[in-house]
């Protein structure tokens, strides 16, 4: 936060139109804004369901002891999640599954990377499954409609193969850890499941809601929020406010993870910046004058994403080439929404869903190198050659 400021007090001290520079500002302050009350009401819903346990529905369905299958499942399982959900919340609930499926620590930090891995994938070709996608999507850089359509194989088989390696590292079956039947009775099996599929069914309209009205879709996030704030009402009217209280919009908003908001806010009042004193146009003509490969250029920025947090690449990419020079769902827009989705995997800190199975697990940084980062590495190059491939024959 501090960086954006001192990025926006810099350049109204040293420049003579101070109008201008405040103009800017607001400007690039109503964009921001689309992002975070989008992301607002994304996590609030989140929560949400968590509170009154809707993932258990799909959770308690996985019986199977065995490695191998279990490993496809989980695998599954955390792609399609993450496309509804996003990756960091649906890398939060597939840890948490796994932590009650599996004794062993060494199997369970193998499982924790399939995790990392699959749950990037999973949000690279869904305009609501990354912030990254998500700013692409409200910036008017792609549509939801073609991200799934372009990205949705190469996606797939950035999964597929890390997890085709990984399976030869896996045998016989898992042992469960000491169960503790500990049912607190929070929620009944009835709320339970409306308060879940509501709330999946909310976002699963949110991209049909912008196409029909054409408003953004921090609009159709928070119509969802305010329908789903009654239905909790609703099911809760009975109970007193102390019985209540857990399961209601202002607990969820004092669970959500409020610090990242203001984090993305920061960075990208930085980025916005840097675009209006025009750095990242500077910057553009130098990569497009040295690299000059297109697919190349794309690729590097993927792979930085595994080191440098892929919000700020892609807001830096969206101030470097206009929509001018590359129009919706160019070519160059899908594949960068792919390539700085997955190329964080290669690193347990280059998303947010590796930064957070970290602190769970606490995963050793040196552990996932040696161990996961070749597999997301040949996931990634896999889905990108597939990418290019398919945009060359269709």
Request: aromatic residues 10%; proline residues 3%; charged residues 15%.
């Amino acid at each position: 936060m501090i960086t954006g400021v001192v990025c926006w007090t810099f350049y109204i001290v040293f420049t003579g139109n101070k109008d201008l520079v405040v103009e800017n500002l607001l400007h690039h302050l109503g964009g921001l804004s689309q992002i975070l009350f989008f992301l607002l009401g994304a996590m609030t819903i989140v929560e949400l369901i968590d509170a009154h346990d809707g993932f258990e529905i799909i959770t308690k369905r996985i019986t199977t002891k065995n490695k191998k299958k279990l490993l496809w499942i989980i695998g599954l399982l955390s792609f399609f999640l993450s496309a509804v959900l996003d990756n960091l919340t649906t890398a939060i609930v597939m840890i948490s599954l796994v932590r009650k499926l599996i004794a062993d620590k060494h199997d369970r930090l193998l499982f924790a990377g399939c995790i990392v891995i699959t749950a990037n994938a999973g949000g690279a070709w869904s305009p609501i499954g990354d912030v990254t996608t998500t700013m692409l999507w409200i910036g008017g850089q792609i549509t939801a409609g073609n991200i799934i359509l372009k990205l949705i194989l190469p996606s797939l088989v950035c999964m597929v193969v890390p997890l085709t390696v990984m399976q030869y590292f896996l045998k016989g079956e898992v042992q469960k850890p000491q169960e503790k039947f500990e049912d607190s009775g929070t929620t009944n099996e009835s709320h339970r499941k409306i308060v879940f599929f509501t709330g999946i069914t909310i976002f699963l309209l949110v991209p049909v809601f912008k196409t029909l009205t054409h408003l953004p879709p921090f609009m159709g996030i928070l119509l969802g929020l305010g329908i789903l704030w009654i239905v909790v009402e609703i099911l809760h009217s009975d109970k007193d406010e102390a019985d209540r209280k857990n399961y209601t919009v202002a607990y969820a908003l004092r669970k959500i993870d409020s610090s990242s908001i203001l984090f993305f806010l920061g960075i990208l009042l930085a980025i916005a910046a840097l675009e209006s004193t025009g750095q990242l146009q500077q910057l553009a003509r130098v990569m497009d004058d040295k690299i000059r490969n297109q697919n190349l250029i794309v690729m590097t920025i993927g792979l930085f994403s595994a080191v440098v947090d892929n919000v700020p690449l892609v807001a830096a990419s969206m101030g470097m080439y206009p929509l001018q020079q590359y129009p919706t769902d160019h070519y160059f827009w899908i594949f960068l929404a792919y390539c700085t989705g997955t190329g964080g995997s290669v690193l347990i800190i280059g998303s947010a869903a590796g930064v957070a199975i970290m602190g769970i697990e606490k995963i050793d940084f040196i552990w996932y190198l040696k161990r996961i980062s070749w597999l997301a590495l040949i996931g990634y190059f896999a889905g990108a050659i597939v990418y290019i491939l398919q945009e060359q024959v269709l």
